[in-house]
């Protein structure tokens, strides 16, 4: 198991090679947006031999590197960040664009470095690359660019600002590189986040039973998976036609047969025994509650070292009004019984709200191991099934007999 490493890219001038010429920008700016203001986010690209040599002249203002790049050297050599350059030089400046990194001394550690060969407009290529590469940090002088970058990509951008530019607003703005690389260098040190971990969560009910506990978790899954984590689910076969093995939107699914079935909790003794080997493969072991083997697989969890979460759906509340009310409140108690010691040992617990953790039978006890887990749940847009629509109005019916209800809503209302 290793840390994540951040992937971070810098522009070159203005950023890695000191330019004094880029406190003309902001006039310049402000030029264009007076008497072309169509065009402020359109760079200028030239064409002629004459345009080329004045940019030539240009690039001539990068006249020293920057303080800040020996630090990301260091960065990239003790493996905390992934060292990308992006400029926007276009191609007939290649040749100063290799030489300037040849005086760095950064190619041992480079992962990779791009000029301009197509002579893109510069905001676009960058977009373009920043993209492609999945930047975790960007670092850029150009306002313009800043700005475009950050509302078309998911990368944090940080701006080097001159002094002119002092009064800009912008969350993430540094006067100098060494500002901006201390930044970068204490969320490379303090990202707790780890690759290749892998995770079992263990529930009653996956796929392709839906109810909104398993969207959640199924929601929960895939996070984890986007984070970088490998993930298992360990859960109960309550169909005998499903696959004990079997694989859903890439994750690995492990059912285990059922042993009787209890209201609608089918309990698996089975799980208890296929456990240990799957705890084997695993750093850390997630359990949705309600469970029926909640208590078991928790101590099972801890005696093998693994780090143990415990994802709460909700307490056990059955009815008051109907069926064996003895029965009922014996249920409830068994499940604070193995659900409250569980969470008492458990390294999380995890909720909605922290609200409802408070308010809740068995999550009261272990507060301040909460962390709250909203899923970003996705509607389906899609009208009902008609089979769904014929039960639903079948309910509304059911529900809503009374003669005044019918006067006033035809059976309709619920």
Same mark, same amino acid.
């Given at each position: @198991? ?7 890219g810098?522009?070159?001038?203005g ?10 920008r902001?006039p ?9 203001p ?9 064409t002629?031999d ?5 940019f030539r002249?240009? $690039?001539?203002?990068?006249?020293f ?10 960065l990239a050599r003790?493996?905390? =960040? ?6 926007a ?6 040749d100063?664009?290799y030489?300037?990194l040849?005086r760095m001394g950064?190619? %041992?550690?480079?992962?990779?470095a ?6 893109q407009q510069?905001?676009? /290529?960058?977009? $373009?690359?920043?993209?492609?590469? &999945?930047l975790d940090?960007?670092?850029e002088d150009?306002?313009?660019? +800043? ?13 080097? /600002?001159n002094?002119? &530019?002092?009064?800009k607003?912008?969350p $993430? ?15 490379? #040190?303090?990202?707790t986040?780890?690759t290749n971990s &892998?995770?079992?969560l ?11 506990i ?7 899954a ?6 970088? #984590?490998? +993930? ?24 285990e ?7 609608r909790?089918y ?9 240990p080997r799957l ?6 072991v997630?359990?949705?509650?309600p469970?029926s083997?909640?208590?078991p ?11 143990? #979460? ?5 307490d056990?509340t059955?009815p ?19 659900t =409250? ?14 609200d ?5 039978? +068995? @999550?009261?006890?272990t507060?301040?191991k909460?962390?709250?887990?909203i %899923?970003?749940l996705?509607l389906?847009? #899609?009208?009902?099934q ?7 109005d079948a309910?509304?019916k059911?529900?809503c007999s009374c ?7 035809g059976?309709?209302?619920?």
């Amino acid at each position: @198991m290793r840390k994540k490493v951040l992937r971070v890219g810098f522009d070159l001038d203005g950023v890695l090679v000191y330019n004094p010429a880029r406190i003309a920008r902001l006039p310049i700016t402000l030029i264009k947006k007076i008497f072309l203001p169509s065009r402020q986010k359109t760079f200028f690209i030239p064409t002629t031999d004459f345009q080329k040599s004045i940019f030539r002249l240009f $690039h001539l203002s990068s006249i020293f590197v920057a303080p800040g790049v020996s630090t990301i050297k260091e960065l990239a050599r003790n493996n905390d =960040i992934e060292l990308y350059i992006i400029t926007a030089r276009f191609d007939f400046l290649k040749d100063d664009f290799y030489a300037w990194l040849k005086r760095m001394g950064i190619r %041992p550690v480079l992962k990779r470095a791009f000029y301009n060969k197509d002579n893109q407009q510069p905001h676009i /290529y960058k977009e $373009h690359l920043v993209k492609k590469l &999945e930047l975790d940090y960007f670092v850029e002088d150009n306002y313009d660019i +800043v700005e475009h970058l950050s509302k078309t990509t998911k990368t944090t951008v940080l701006w080097i /600002y001159n002094i002119l &530019e002092t009064g800009k607003a912008y969350p $993430h703005k540094f006067p100098s590189l060494l500002k901006a690389v201390s930044y970068i260098r204490g969320k490379a #040190h303090s990202k707790t986040v780890h690759t290749n971990s &892998e995770i079992l969560l263990c529930t009653e009910f996956a796929p392709p039973h839906w109810t909104g506990i398993v969207k959640s978790y199924m929601t929960l899954a895939a996070d984890l998976r986007k984070m970088g #984590h490998s +993930v298992k689910i360990l859960t109960t076969r309550y169909d005998s036609h499903l696959k004990r093995q079997d694989i859903y939107e890439g994750i690995p699914i492990q059912r285990e047969d059922p042993l009787f079935r209890l209201s609608r909790t089918y309990y698996s003794i089975q799980t208890l025994f296929a456990a240990p080997r799957l705890f084997e493969q695993v750093d850390t072991v997630s359990i949705t509650t309600p469970h029926s083997n909640i208590l078991p697989l928790s101590l099972l969890a801890k005696i093998m070292g693994k780090k143990l #979460h415990i994802y709460h759906q909700g307490d056990l509340t059955l009815p008051r009004k109907t069926g064996s009310q003895l029965m009922h409140r014996l249920l409830e108690l068994v499940f604070e019984l193995m659900t =409250i010691p569980a969470m008492q040992i458990a390294d999380v617990v995890s909720t909605y709200t922290r609200d409802y953790a408070t308010h809740s039978r +068995v @999550m009261r006890h272990t507060l301040y191991k909460f962390r709250p887990y909203i %899923p970003k749940l996705v509607l389906n847009t #899609h009208p009902p099934q008609k089979v769904f629509k014929q039960k639903i109005d079948a309910i509304k019916k059911n529900f809503c007999s009374c003669r005044l209800c019918r006067k006033v809503c035809g059976g309709e209302r619920i």
